[in-house]
Every structure is written in C-alpha cells, then in structure tokens.
C-alpha cells in the first residue's frame, strides 16, 4: 500500500525559496497522481499544484502565478515542489496525496484539484514565511 512522506518545509523570509519532496514507498509512483494541497490556520485546504502519472498534465492555483514548479522523479518515487518568492500568504502545512490510474484512463494525462479525488495523504511539512 502507497505510504507518503513529505520533508522540505522550514521557516524562509519572504523572497525565499523552499523545495519541497514528497517521497512514496511500498507502490510505484508512477502510477499515480499527485497533488500537493495546503491549509493555512483558520483557513480551509486548498489545492496548491498537481500532477499525472503520464509526467505531462500540471496544473497550478490561481495564486502560484509561476513562482512554484511541481516535478516527478518516478525512478526516486518522488514528487517535488520547488517554491520561490515565497510570500506570507503561503504560510500552512503542505501536504501530498495520490490517487491510482490507470494508463487508459483521461485521469492519466490530468490531474484533479479535488481534494476527494485522493485517497493517499501524507503528515505534512510545516511552511513558515516571515522577516
């Protein structure tokens, strides 16, 4: 069965860079979708980046706006997110998830932003952003 971990988070001041990594054990990640969601204190979980098992599909939150860049290394069973000009706002525990498709599946080429959509989630990794 899929186990996540996810590791990377830290305190930066804003302008920062963190990456974080999402490592997999006992199944290949690579039949997987993954995603990477937030939750900030007082705020609800919200959909931070994702990606598909076919390596091509990505999607982004609104908010991103091309600082983060999401990346699979299958033969690591990684997923990494690599943050820059890290902001307050991106403060939260972030977390990882992983839902199995298969091949012929469409799921295979896109990435879901629903949080339902996953059925494997990490502890989280702390973010803290502040001078």
């Known amino acids: 069965q899929l186990q996540l971990v996810e590791s990377g988070g830290g305190l930066v001041q804003p302008g920062g860079s963190l990456r974080l990594s999402c490592v997999a054990s006992?199944?290949?990640?690579?039949?997987?979708?993954i995603a990477w969601f937030r939750q900030a204190p007082e705020k609800e979980r919200e959909a931070v980046s994702c990606?598909?098992?076919?390596?091509?599909?990505?999607r982004y939150g609104d908010f991103v706006k091309g600082r983060f860049t999401i990346s699979r290394d299958n033969a690591r069973n990684t997923v990494y997110l690599q943050m820059n000009n890290l902001d307050p706002e991106d403060i939260g525990v972030y977390y990882c998830?992983?839902?199995?498709?298969?091949?012929?599946?469409?799921?295979?080429?896109?990435?879901?932003?629903?949080?339902?959509?996953?059925?494997?989630w990490g502890q989280g990794t702390q973010v803290k952003v502040s001078s």
């Open positions: 998830g992983a839902v199995g498709v298969p091949k012929y599946a469409s799921s295979y080429y896109q990435c879901s932003f629903r949080h339902g959509a996953y059925d494997r």
């Open positions: 006992g199944s290949t990640l690579a039949s997987y979708n």
């Open positions: 990606i598909a098992s076919s390596g091509g599909g990505t």
